[in-house]
């Protein structure tokens, strides 16, 4: 059993910048941001192998968001969020994999066995 606790959520201002951190209590493969805005359905944001080798990312947040790993830092997957808009609010999502998938499966739901409990990040227009 993997345990993932995210941090880093808040309140920004539009076209400001928030990191959002997760740990994980055990070994992973694949490491992934989702998130969910009010009243809509969960989505993927971005996510990385164990290498850092790979990544993939939502259209929407290319460019403005990168994803990172620290596997020395308690298996720690990173979220640098830069040029926030306000349809960028959600409640954000870490989630993990155990077992290593190739980078087009990466915004699929259900290939991660493992979520977090969710952080809050509001970006104010």
């Known amino acids: 059993q993997v345990q993932l606790v995210e941090s880093g959520g808040g309140l920004v201002q539009a076209g400001g910048s928030l990191r959002l951190s997760c740990a994980a209590s055990?070994?992973?493969?694949?490491m992934a941001w989702f998130r969910q805005p009010p009243g809509k359905e969960r989505e993927f944001v971005a996510a990385?192998?164990?290498?850092?080798?790979?990544?993939?990312y939502a259209d929407s947040v290319k460019g403005r968001f990168t994803i990172s790993r620290d596997n020395a830092k308690n298996n720690a997957v990173d979220l640098q969020m830069n040029s926030l808009k306000p349809e960028d609010t959600a409640i954000y999502y870490c989630?993990?994999?155990?077992?290593?998938?190739?980078?087009?499966?990466?915004?699929?739901?259900?290939?991660?066995?493992?979520w977090g409990q969710g952080t809050q990040v509001t970006v104010a227009s």
């Open positions: 055990g070994r992973t493969f694949v």
């Open positions: 990385i192998d164990n290498s850092g080798g790979s990544t993939n």
């Open positions: 989630a993990s994999s155990p077992v290593l998938r190739h980078s087009s499966n990466y915004p699929n739901p259900s290939i991660y066995a493992y």
